[in-house]
């Protein structure tokens, strides 16, 4: 039993193959005989609860309700808002046949929910009184993808979708940045990734969206990864769905909505951003298990009592695993090093007898020595110490790799040699937006609120500049 | 404002009506454009949380991980067991096309999720180490319904599936015994419902099982209502998909397996057993709101600023909402009447002076005076009574409508004039199983454990009976 994990792939080595191994070695998924569907093993499905609950208080913080809508949308429906059916329309599934019969009318599994949420809001929206309407939905939904990646891109993958109806436009647009807002100080304080943040451009938007905003991360192959998007729609679904009530004056006024959402991507996020060549690397906030105890020497007398005192004492705040199998401690070191649980808590007789352990760090492969009689606090302390560890590396990181050009040499030069976010102007100029992506492949991925003037003229036509943009190939 | 909430269809004037009227105006579900499939309102959806968490809990302590498998499942994966696919096939949902290309294989949507456990079981189960494997995944699942009825019977549901594999017969026995006294426990302590509980005949087994188990709670209506199940498979699945392990004397051998599952349908069973002419009765352990605060006279001084201080008080330990809109606090009664709120807290101007309040209970109607200092632990007590009081009527009315018929004149005539549960001898052949169904639309509903010899004949053939069964019109 001392044989230790096949090694996997290295990063630097083979990047795609490294995300591939971390999944799979550290039993996040499985594939399935579904093509382009995945299984979410017990470690991967209980992150995704971990992300949910901490999601769902901010949401209900928020004033925000769950409900659950059907997971079938009946073709017409979905053709009630124009530029939504196009958008979405060529990558649905579609049932045609229930039991033995054709059904008259085909039905597709929800790709989103909008049209679902427009019909309901037409049904139970009255008056000024039954605004605002705040729901969410936790739900799995299907986009058919040709090809997919583990939590990347999938046929079916889980999410929430907010979806909210106001009175005024006022109050649609304070709601839609106030969720960019929540998601951005989630994936800080939750997932200890640092996000760019802003509006997307017209080309890129939502289909349906008046506008439609974006957090953004950067993984480590200097890619971005669109992680969550927020959409203000205006009254156009209102208008497409006759969602109207009587304000104060007892006038018919149509509603204005949002919609925003995350999904199973966000853990996608957290493995690329913080992982290494030993394994996966879980922040602290999302560990299902942030502390696992090794008993060293585990047979003899004392040491297995101890680790389960220390086992009890610690699951009252912490998430605590004791490994007791019969395996060999160093096989343990480095099955639980692959599943990135932040801190190793190893306890052996001379541990006992001087009255310590061992905490070892996943972050940054650090040992410390700590008394048995304050370990509580001081896990408490070094979880929170890693998880801005974590944070700050990963602040660095998109610091150091975010640049500025200012001509399309530059951008190109950059795209090539050290890839990363390119801050570089433009005109809002559709087609200077698609000669970027046709000449580089790199695409615009927000216009940050924090707009800087970096130079005067748009980086592809040189005409006037409006706008700051960040660019860069993206997942 | 003062007007007050429409009344609801009577009870005891047309069950079915009055049963749509509570889903409907307890706002509890809405229909969409979907046939056969609902919408679970923020306040239904807010029951099935309540539901999910507390029995999440008792999975999680006796060792289940929860997981997510895809929605889809390839035709040729369902057909590799011959009973699962004949019970199956008539009545799922048919995904043929992607996007705007025909699918080779067609898929269904799952309609239960067996198969794909078992394939997923076959690649990660290798030796007696890996087992047992306890999974349990919460999902929604499609069955092609002709008829249905929010909650009771609807095209897509939501549950809780739990798919476990083993090493021994007598292990996954134990498992399949233990989910059933899980839910037989769950529905006593926290729905208030009692349940009759044994084992399916032949007849009635799930697809592909050696064995079924099933609780079965009894409506005010008579019919009975299958309201969970819990299977052993044997090695049927396992020789079909091929799970085997080495065992420790490293010979191999099959697995043996289980699969579980409630659903939506148990907010069904609490809608009709506890519910009445006013609306919804929400037993306080799943109530959204145990506690809803109403102030009386709330413009006077003083009025909502001790409501608040009550609510902020309360919210420690107790589920409670403060109602400070300005409809008048009759409108409010009856609306959270409606809604089933276990407790009105009323508050005025004389109380305050008092220092009391005034406790409304949904379940008798009955008021009590309790003072401001011991608040918090009377409306503790009194949820606690309330769940005893809803649990101990719910069984009365069980036992009153548990009858035995020795012949089939007695067996038709209780059917006929007052029905309920019938227990009555049977020989096993499903011929006489069968003439039941035929002559009266009674189906088996299980064998319980504690068997009683109430005659020595069957009860259709005049053979020697070899089971005490109850029978019952079903749901």
Avoid at 87 to 115: N, Q, Y
Avoid at 120 to 144: A, E, F, G, M, T
Avoid at 359 to 364: E, P, Q, V
Avoid at 395 to 421: H, N, Q, R, V
């Amino acid at each position: 039993m001392s044989k230790k994990l096949d090694a996997i792939t290295s990063r630097s080595e083979d990047f795609a193959q490294w995300y591939t191994d971390v999944c799979k070695k550290s039993e996040l998924v499985d594939y399935s005989s579904v093509r382009g569907c995945m299984i979410f093993r017990p470690y991967g499905y209980a992150i995704w609860e971990l992300i949910q609950k901490q999601l769902d208080q901010r949401f209900k913080a928020t004033g925000h309700e769950n409900v659950y809508m059907p997971m079938f949308i009946p073709e017409s429906l979905l053709q009630k808002e124009a530029d939504h059916v196009e958008g979405f329309a060529p990558e649905v599934a579609w049932v045609t046949h229930g039991g033995h019969e054709k059904l008259e009318e085909r039905l597709l599994v929800r790709p989103t929910s909008e049209v679902l949420f427009c019909e309901h809001y037409s049904n139970i929206i009255q008056s000024h009184r039954d605004l605002p309407k705040l729901y969410n939905q936790w739900c799995s939904v299907v986009r058919w993808e040709k090809t997919t990646r583990p939590f990347l891109r999938s046929m079916e993958f889980l999410w929430q979708e907010g979806h909210t109806a106001h009175a005024t436009a006022e109050e649609a647009q304070e709601e839609t940045l106030r969720m960019l807002d929540t998601y951005v100080e989630f994936c800080k304080n939750v997932l200890a990734i640092p996000m760019v943040f802003g509006q997307k451009t017209e080309k890129e938007k939502f289909a349906g969206a008046k506008a439609t905003y974006t957090i953004e991360s950067l993984m480590p192959d200097g890619k971005a990864l669109q992680s969550g998007t927020t959409h203000n729609f205006g009254d156009g679904f209102a208008k497409a769905f006759d969602i109207q009530y009587t304000d104060k004056e007892n006038k018919l006024q149509y509603v204005h909505q949002t919609s925003w959402g995350v999904t199973t991507r966000l853990i996608g996020a957290v493995i690329m951003v913080h992982s290494d060549d030993n394994g996966l690397v879980v922040p602290p906030r999302i560990a299902p298990n942030q502390v696992v105890i090794i008993p060293v020497a585990q047979h003899k007398e004392g040491v297995l009592d101890k680790a389960n005192e220390l086992l009890e004492k610690l699951s009252k705040n912490i998430r605590v695993k004791l490994d007791q199998s019969d395996k060999s401690p160093g096989w343990k070191f480095s099955e639980h090093e692959m599943k990135g649980v932040p801190i190793r808590l190893e306890i052996g007789p001379k541990d006992i007898e001087n009255n310590q352990c061992v905490l070892a760090r996943r972050d940054t492969g650090e040992k410390i020595i700590v008394s048995l009689d304050n370990v509580e606090s001081e896990i408490e302390r070094l979880l929170d110490e890693i998880h801005h560890n974590l944070y700050e590396k990963a602040d660095k990181y998109l610091g150091e790799k975010t640049y500025i050009a200012t001509t399309m040499e530059e951008f190109s030069k950059i795209l090539e040699e050290t890839p990363g976010f390119i801050k570089a102007m433009w005109c809002e100029d559709e087609k200077c937006e698609l000669e970027i992506k046709e000449k580089t492949g790199a695409t615009s991925r927000c216009m940050p609120f924090a707009q800087e003037k970096i130079a005067d003229k748009c980086i592809v036509c040189g005409k006037d500049a409006t706008k700051m943009v960040y660019w860069g190939k993206a997942y």
